[in-house]
């Protein structure tokens, strides 16, 4: 770094005495910046290069119901800014495919606002139910969790995403102040096997971006081999990319931990649409899933619905192909159905907006009521039996279920504190 900084060298070294920036983003699946920022709990600046981001000072932010109900994201300020650079929009084919823990897919999706088909995937299984999990939270319906090697799914999908994010894993010297770990196993061997497995994963990304496509490749490290070396090597191999921007956040520069990306399009090439995915009925389930609708939300689902085979029914992406790697999540899950019963999922109180059904509490008013749902506890309540979503300021947090004048807690156990 002394060699590459020079005379800025001594800034960028000081830097790492400093604390970490702290920042959020807000869902906008869920909430306009404007009416976050009149109803944040905690002073908020402007992150400059992605409008939907801030640093934030002061108490956790992730425990805060706020959180729960998926109005905004914890990410590090330098982070937002590749899915920023991807620019996707509503209607498109986009492929996150390094994404856990999920903080550019969601992101991506905000752009999108639910509309087109959005596929984030992760190699690594637990890491990929992390990623499902904040898909989920952030009330995302149309994207599909993947976990498989990228060179397979580049086998599955071939020139089909408009739009490809490949945050590819690294040495990680932009984690060294937030992870003392990125520090211990940092080591010249690993910056060369980072740039080998990154070659791999470029090699993929190229083969599933559709002609006229756009792909950007970031890292959260410093290293030339990873960065504008990797970019100089994707472009002597792939005649039909061009580079349109390269950018570098360093940390004692911006307030941030730092974040290189590269921009490409491909500028020959088809779309591909292959085979649609197999859609499997149930006319029992569905009949279930449409008379709930009707009494919660007054209407009825919009899309197709699928019902696999351990009962869980989801609604569906647009243009969702068939995949045939290993998948978590399949859109938005509506529920189950045991064959008599119809159970709602968590995920379908966090997504769909129009609720007729619902408790809403207070934050100011009923921040204890509202700590004892998280916990799981059940509550008092005046309402008529049946299915209710518990809300906070008027935002779902999860699903009730009135008997009797008690709230019986159906908050997921994997969630509660």
Not at 41 to 55: G, S
Request: aromatic letters at 10%.
């Amino acid at each position: 770094m002394k060699k590459r900084l020079g005379k800025d060298f001594p800034a960028f070294f000081k830097s790492y005495e400093e604390l970490p920036a702290k920042g959020l983003r807000v869902n906008t699946l869920k909430i306009s910046v404007d009416e976050f920022l009149k109803i944040s709990p905690f002073p908020l600046e402007p992150v400059p290069w992605e409008p939907t981001a801030f640093y934030y000072e002061g108490e956790r932010a992730g425990a805060h119901p706020y959180h729960a109900a998926g109005l905004f994201y914890c990410q590090e300020p330098s982070a937002t800014l590749p899915a920023s650079l991807l620019q996707a929009k509503a209607g498109e084919r986009v492929l996150d495919l390094c994404a856990a823990p999920g903080g550019k897919a969601t992101q991506i999706a905000s752009a999108m606002q639910g509309e087109g088909l959005l596929v984030a995937n992760e190699f690594d299984y637990s890491r990929a139910r992390i990623l499902s999990e904040n898909i989920e939270r952030l009330g995302i319906k149309n994207a599909v969790v993947t976990s498989c090697d990228p060179e397979r799914l580049a086998c599955r999908l071939p020139a089909f995403f408009d739009k490809i994010l490949a945050d590819a894993p690294c040495s990680g010297e932009g984690m060294f102040k937030k992870e003392e770990g990125a520090l211990l196993h940092w080591s010249e061997a690993n910056v060369r096997g980072c740039a080998l497995r990154q070659r791999n994963i470029l090699d993929s990304a190229v083969k599933m971006l559709a002609g006229g496509g756009r792909l950007v490749y970031s890292t959260c490290t410093f290293s030339e081999e990873e960065n504008e070396a990797q970019a100089d090597a994707l472009l002597a191999r792939y005649p039909e990319l061009t580079l349109l921007d390269i950018r570098r956040l360093y940390p004692h520069e911006v307030r941030g931990e730092g974040q290189f990306a590269a921009v490409f399009e491909k500028t020959e090439g088809e779309r591909r649409s292959p085979k649609p995915f197999a859609v499997a009925r149930n006319g029992a389930a569905e009949k279930a899933v449409y008379e709930f609708f009707g009494k919660v939300y007054g209407r009825t689902p919009h899309g197709t619905l699928n019902v696999m085979q351990d009962g869980r029914i989801y609604l569906l992406p647009r243009e969702l192909p068939a995949l045939g790697v290993t998948t978590l999540r399949t859109g938005l899950e509506v529920g189950s159905f045991d064959g008599k019963i119809f159970k709602p999922a968590h995920a379908l109180a966090i997504a769909e907006r129009g609720l007729r059904k619902r408790v809403d509490f207070s934050f100011s008013a009923h921040a204890v009521e509202i700590e004892k749902y998280l916990r799981g506890e059940a509550l008092c309540t005046e309402a008529e039996n049946g299915w209710y979503a518990v809300c906070a300021d008027g935002f779902p947090l999860g699903w009730a279920k009135a008997v009797n004048g008690v709230l019986k807690n159906h908050y997921p156990k994997y969630l509660r504190r």
